[in-house]
Structures are given as structure tokens and as C-alpha cells.
């Protein structure tokens, strides 16, 4: 029901700020700096691997203290603990290894067996709410899983896996890592201070409604990371050496991510509640406006993440981690206003207006270095997107996927009127995310 789900958002939503801490941008300063120089392999996967491991017992620690602080139910601090468990596999996951080395493949494939473990077995074994805290568990060991895979990839492709305790190297990494994590703690702020105020301040319920419609949220923006993930090491490379291509790439992968986003928002809100009632059942039909106000993150998002991963990707980590401090600070102010007066309606509105701040801030600071003319390619995948939209309006009552089918052929059909897509721009970053080396 609405209640356990509430639960189990919420727990995981506070174990995800203490993942963070056992990360500290890490994982980024690794992409990073294997894409650049491939032969320091060896020296970055024993280093970063023993500090994770160092951060995530200390970062464990911290979250005891914390679930001792709070005044929440034995059932609710459980969760959180176990779910906590997952933190010290987290640290051994080498995600960011393999996107430096350009290998998406072995992440793509750890990924679904992550989540195959952890779906299938709740279908499997979880048959009643009494037995919620066996879903922390099934969590963690999905994660077992899919670091077990990757740290065997890793033996099978570069030897020998050792643990190398630098402190010297540790301690340069901590201060170059620094501003990419404390940013990456801000953004956290966007996407779990919402789930955690409502547990604070509503009540179980409420929060269940409002992550139904999050996770359908973020099943979209977990498409987003994958294409950017992509793309990273190449920016980082043409940093060095062709501020051309770097700019080329950026402004192409923008304008696909455009084309993607404006569809996505319109569809997303006027079909809200069918897709809510379809996944969960009418007992979450309360969480229908949070859906419609939050799909709009998607598009915003989608539109910003190429230049905004350019900063971290181009040695701009603290004006990246400014960034962020303006859009967390907005979204904090807006949580602590709205939420005690609309509940999950202020909350999904304060989540997009700080989003739109957070990208106005980029933009603006992005373009002080490179231009990308944004106006001119929005505003034809907004007009299809718009035409969509007005035919869906008059399909209300039709069959979901038919919706979802006719709306997906409208736009295309539209966009392709208005010559929207841009095949040569397309046809050219294509060329270039295929290049290696």
C-alpha cells in the first residue's frame, strides 16, 4: 500500500545522502582521469577503491548515529539501517572505471542484473507488508551483484585487483574531488529533500503517493544519464584538444536532448492519470498532480544535462559545485514554504522551479565560454510537441497505449513537417561518439 511505500522512499531516500559521503565526487575525478591516461588504471582503481571503502565505513557510522537521533518508528529506522548495509558494496562498484574507458556495455548489463535480482525476488519472496524489511535486503544484495560483475570484468580485462592504501594520493584526490561531491550533495537536495521533509512534516501516505509518481520520474531520467555517460569521456578529451569539437558536440547532443524533452512533458501531463492508475491502482490516484507538475524536471533536465556535465567534464568543478548551491538553496526555501501549505504539490513545484533555477545559472555561465543559440532549436520540437498535445487532449478517454501510440506518431509526423530534426547534426555526433582512442 501507499503507507509501506511511503516507508521505503523515505529510508532510501536518507541512505542516499550518506552514500554521497562515502563517494565524494570519486567517482567522477576517476572518469575523468582514466579517459585522459589510460595507463594509471592500476593506480586509480587500488587507490579509489580502498578510500571508498575507508568512507563507507565511516559514512555508515554517521547514518547509525542519525537513525539514534530521529524520532521515527523502529520499523522505519530499521530500513534505513539495512538499507545502509548496501553502502559498503556501493564502494566497490566500478561504474566509473569502465565509462572511462568507454566499455558502456559491462555498466549497461551490471545494471539489469542489479535490478533483476532485486525486482524478481521481491516478486518472488515478499508476499505480505509484514515482510518489508526483507526488501533493504534484497536491495543490498542487487548490489552485491552487480559489483561482483564488474570487479570480475576488471580481473578478467586488467589483472590483478589489489587495495592500495596512498595517503599522500588520497589526500589529492579528496581536495580535487571535493567540490564534484559536495555538489553532488546539493543535487542530492533536488531529488530526495522533498520525499524526506514530507516524512517529516505528513505522513506515510502521502509520501507513497508522491514517489509513485517520482518513480515514474526517474525510470525517465535514469535514459538521461546513460547517453551522458557516453558523451563524458569525450568531452574530456576534446577539452584538450579541439575546443571545436567540444562545442560541436555539446551543441548537437543538446538539440537531440530538446527533441526528446517537450514530448515527454506535454504527454506526460495529460496523461498522468491513466499512467498512474495503470502502474499503481486507483489508491494512488492523489499522487496524479505530483506527476504532472514533476514530468516537467524531465524536460528541463534533458535540455541542460550536455553543457551542465560540461563543466565537471572541463576542469569547472567549483563553478559546477555555485551551480548547484543556488539550486539547492532554492529548493530548501521553497520545501520549507510550500510543503507544510500544498503538501506533495508545493513539493513537486519547489523540485521544478529550483531545477529552473539551477539550469538559468548554468546557462548563463556556460555561455560566458561557449554559445549555444538555445532559442532557435526549442522552439520547433516545442510547437510538434504542442500539436501532440492538443490531439491527445481530445483522446482522453481512449485506451493508454493507443494514447501513448498516436501521440508518439503525431509528434514525429509534426516535427518532421516543421523540419525539426536536424539528420546532419545527428548523423555527425554519431560519427563522433563512435570514434575511440
Excluded at 574530456?236 to 543538446?254: D, G, R, V
Excluded at 522551479?353 to 555561465?365: K, Q, R, T
Excluded at 491527445?392 to 501521440?407: E, F, M, P, Q, T
Aim: proline content about 2%; aromatic content about 16%; hydrophobic content about 55%.
Amino acid at each position: 500500500g501507499a503507507a509501506n511505500f511511503g516507508k521505503i522512499a523515505f529510508a532510501q531516500a536518507v541512505v542516499l545522502y550518506f552514500a554521497l559521503i562515502a563517494n565524494l565526487g570519486l567517482n567522477i575525478l576517476g572518469v575523468r582521469e582514466v579517459a585522459r591516461n589510460r595507463n594509471s588504471i592500476d593506480k586509480y582503481v587500488s587507490n579509489i577503491l580502498g578510500l571508498r571503502l575507508v568512507l563507507a565505513a565511516l559514512s555508515f557510522s554517521l547514518l547509525l548515529i542519525f537513525v539514534w537521533v530521529i524520532n521515527e518508528s523502529a520499523e522505519v529506522k530499521y530500513l534505513i539501517i539495512f538499507f545502509g548495509c548496501s553502502l559498503f558494496f556501493s564502494a566497490l562498484l566500478l561504474e566509473w572505471l569502465f565509462q572511462g574507458v568507454e566499455k558502456m556495455g559491462f555498466i549497461s548489463l551490471s545494471r539489469i542484473l542489479n535490478r533483476f535480482f532485486y525486482v524478481a525476488l521481491i516478486f518472488l519472496l515478499v508476499k505480505s507488508s509484514q515482510q518489508i524489511l526483507a526488501i533493504p535486503w534484497l536491495y543490498t544484495g542487487g548490489t552485491l551483484i552487480a559489483s561482483g560483475f564488474l570487479l570480475y570484468v576488471y580481473v578478467r580485462r586488467f589483472g590483478r585487483l589489489r587495495l592500495n592504501f596512498d595517503f599522500l594520493f588520497w589526500k589529492d584526490m579528496l581536495r580535487r574531488a571535493l567540490p564534484m561531491g559536495a555538489a553532488f550533495i546539493m543535487i542530492q537536495i533536488y531529488y530526495n529533500f522533498d520525499t524526506v521533509m514530507l516524512g517529516f512534516m505528513k505522513n506515510d501516505e502521502v509520501v507513497g503517493w508522491y514517489n509513485a509518481a517520482y518513480k515514474i520520474v526517474l525510470f525517465i531520467w535514469a535514459f538521461i544519464p546513460i547517453f551522458i555517460n557516453v558523451i563524458f569521456p569525450l568531452m574530456s578529451k576534446y577539452y584538450q584538444q579541439s575546443k571545436e569539437k567540444l562545442e560541436h558536440l555539446i551543441s548537437s547532443a543538446t538539440r537531440l536532448m530538446s527533441i526528446i524533452a517537450f514530448p515527454l512533458g506535454i504527454g506526460g501531463t495529460l496523461l498522468a492519470r491513466p499512467i498512474m492508475s495503470f502502474l499503481y491502482g486507483e489508491e494512488f490516484n492523489n499522487g496524479v498532480i505530483a506527476l504532472q507538475i514533476l514530468i516537467w524536471t524531465v524536460v528541463v533536465i534533458a535540455i541542460r544535462c550536455t553543457y551542465e556535465q560540461s563543466f565537471l567534464a572541463c576542469d569547472r568543478e567549483k563553478r559546477y559545485f555555485w551551480g548547484v548551491m543556488v539550486g539547492a538553496s532554492s529548493n530548501i526555501i521553497l520545501n520549507l514554504i510550500l510543503i507544510p501549505y500544498f503538501g506533495l504539490k508545493g513539493a513537486a513545484i519547489a523540485t521544478v522551479i529550483s531545477e529552473l533555477v539551477f539550469s538559468l545559472y548554468m546557462f548563463c555561465y556556460f555561455n560566458l565560454v561557449s554559445r549555444i543559440k538555445m532559442l532557435g532549436f526549442l522552439l520547433r520540437p516545442f510547437l510538434a510537441a504542442s500539436f501532440m498535445g492538443f490531439v491527445l487532449y481530445y483522446l482522453k478517454d481512449a485506451n493508454l497505449l493507443l494514447s501513448i501510440l498516436i501521440g508518439v506518431i503525431t509528434y514525429f509526423a509534426a516535427i518532421f513537417l516543421l523540419k525539426g530534426i536536424p539528420w546532419g547534426e545527428l548523423k555527425e555526433l554519431k560519427a563522433q561518439i563512435a570514434e575511440k582512442g
